[in-house]
C-alpha cells in the first residue's frame, strides 16, 4: 500500500512541510503502508490549469506525466494545507484542477490536516470539502485534523515542542493515520468493483 503526502504550502521551510514530512515518518514507522511519496508545492510550482490539459497539449503531457504515475501508484493520501487569509492556498487549489479529469484521484481515500501558528486552521478543512473533490472525486474521510500553534509541535527538535500540545497531536494523529489505513484498504475493492465509471460520468453533480 502506498500513500502520498500532498504539501499544499507555497514557502519554502514551511511549517506545512514540517507536518508532512513528520507524518510520512510516522506512516512507515507506525506501518500503516509499505511506500510513501511527499510531493511539495514549494518549488515545485504547477502552471495555472488551462484548456490544453483536455487537448493533448504535449507541454502539459511531458510535464504532468511523471506526476499522474505517481498519483496512480498512490491507494490514498494525506491533504496538508495552511490557512493563508481564511483560505486554502492557491497552489493547492489548482492542483486539484489540473489532476481532474485523468482518475489520479478517484475513489481513494484522503485525510486533510491544516496547520496555523494561531487559532486557524478550520477554513482550508471546510474550502477543501465544499470544492476541491467534486470532479476528481476524491473521497474525503469523515475525520481531520487542525494543527492550531504548529511552531510548538511537531519540531525535530524536542526541546522546541510544547509536551502536552506534542502529546495531544501525536495521539489524534496516530488516530487519524490508522483510520486512513483502514479506509486505503477498503477503497481497494471499492475500485477493482467496476460500479465507479469516470467514462460514463465523467463530471460530479
Known amino acids: 500500500m502506498k500513500i502520498g503526502i500532498i504539501c ?6 514551511s511549517q506545512s512541510e514540517k507536518v508532512a514530512r513528520y507524518i510520512e515518518r510516522a506512516l512507515v514507522e507506525q506501518g500503516h503502508c509499505d511506500e510513501t511519496w511527499l510531493y511539495l508545492l514549494a518549488n515545485n510550482p504547477l ?6 490539459i483536455w487537448e493533448g497539449d504535449p507541454d502539459w503531457k511531458q510535464r504532468l506525466a511523471p506526476l499522474s504515475e505517481q498519483l496512480n501508484s498512490c491507494d490514498g493520501f494525506v491533504v496538508v494545507s495552511p490557512e493563508w487569509h481564511g483560505m486554502a492556498p492557491a497552489g493547492l487549489k489548482n492542483f ?11 475513489h481513494k481515500p484522503a485525510l486533510i490536516v491544516t496547520v496555523s ?3 486557524g486552521g478550520s477554513y482550508p478543512v471546510a474550502e477543501l470539502r465544499m470544492s476541491s473533490y467534486k470532479n476528481n472525486r476524491l473521497c474525503y474521510l469523515p475525520e481531520h485534523l487542525i494543527i492550531r500553534y504548529v511552531d510548538t509541535v511537531f519540531n525535530d527538535d524536542v ?3 510544547k509536551d502536552s500540545a506534542q502529546e495531544y497531536f501525536e495521539a489524534r494523529l496516530t488516530y487519524c493515520l490508522r483510520l486512513l489505513k483502514e479506509y486505503t484498504k477498503a477503497f481497494v475493492g471499492i475500485r477493482a468493483s467496476g460500479a465507479a465509471s469516470l ?7
Open 8 to 13: 499544499g504550502s507555497h514557502r519554502e521551510d
Open 47 to 52: 502552471p495555472l490549469w488551462d484548456e490544453g
Open 96 to 106: 486539484f484542477l489540473v489532476f481532474t479529469g485523468g482518475g489520479e484521484l478517484a
Open 117 to 119: 501558528v494561531a487559532d
Open 159 to 161: 526541546a522546541a515542542n
Open 199 to 205: 467514462e460514463q460520468y465523467s463530471s460530479g453533480m
